[in-house]
């Protein structure tokens, strides 16, 4: 009996230890699209507000009754300190910290990545929440998102309006406006991945898709890359 007891106790604990695992390997596997839980700066920049060059330069060049409404008009604004002027938003690095706490598109809703096109295919489902949770206050100068792979980023780009006069020096997707009075939001079909939303000179500055190897091998070993 005790014999008997000990071998179901022994069998419960093996199908325990399989199960974790599988569960483990298919949270490691998993493809997931995160926002940034807040703005991540460039490499090099501040916020542009906290520039005193900026500050100098606008207290010697407008009224003083000026000065708060022409500082808030670089409120969203990076400062590059190398180039001493206003930075364009470019390549950003994310940690797990720095997203929200739930993915605005889960694993099941992506569908396979075109390499070749930048084309990832992500379900309506999964579009339609992404349109849903964009923030109108980064509709002009780009919202950051993540993708991640069991859990880890592996590459990050921006949300930019298609209306937008901003440039961003990294990986871009548009969305239009399908009604701008209200501040509709829609997403091209399928999801596109820019090199950029940039001058043609910066363009050759930025790593083209297919050298991501992060990415394509996360696609790969989920047999959704095609190429």
């Known amino acids: ?25 298919k949270e490691n596997k998993k493809i997931e699209i995160y926002l940034t839980n807040k703005r991540i700066l460039n490499a090099n920049s501040i916020i542009a507000t906290k520039s005193d060059s900026l500050i100098k330069y606008i207290k010697q060049n407008v009224p003083e009754k000026d000065f708060d409404f022409f500082m808030s008009r670089y409120a969203s604004k990076e400062w590059d300190t190398i180039q001493n002027n206003i930075a364009y938003k470019g390549k950003f690095i994310a940690t797990k910290i720095d997203l929200n706490k739930n993915p605005i598109v889960y694993d099941s809703e992506i569908e396979n990545f075109n390499v070749q096109k ?17 923030d109108k206050k980064y509709i002009w100068d780009g919202q950051q ?68 190897k992060k990415l394509i091998e996360a696609f790969r070993q989920t047999d959704r890359l095609t190429e």
């Open 1 to 25: 009996m005790k014999f008997n007891s000990l071998i179901i106790l022994f069998l419960s604990f093996f199908l325990f230890s399989c199960f974790k695992k599988e569960t483990i390997e």
């Open 118 to 134: 930048g084309e990832l295919r992500i379900s309506k489902t999964g579009l339609d929440r992404i349109i849903k949770n964009l």
């Open 145 to 212: 998102y993540v993708i991640t792979y069991g859990g880890k980023p592996i590459f990050t780009g921006y949300f930019v309006s298609s209306l937008s006069s901003s440039f961003v020096n990294w990986y871009s997707t548009y969305h239009f406006h399908s009604d701008l009075s209200k501040g509709d939001f829609e997403l091209t079909t399928p999801f596109k991945i820019d090199q950029c939303y940039c001058l043609l000179g910066d363009r050759e500055l930025i790593p083209n898709l297919k050298s991501n």
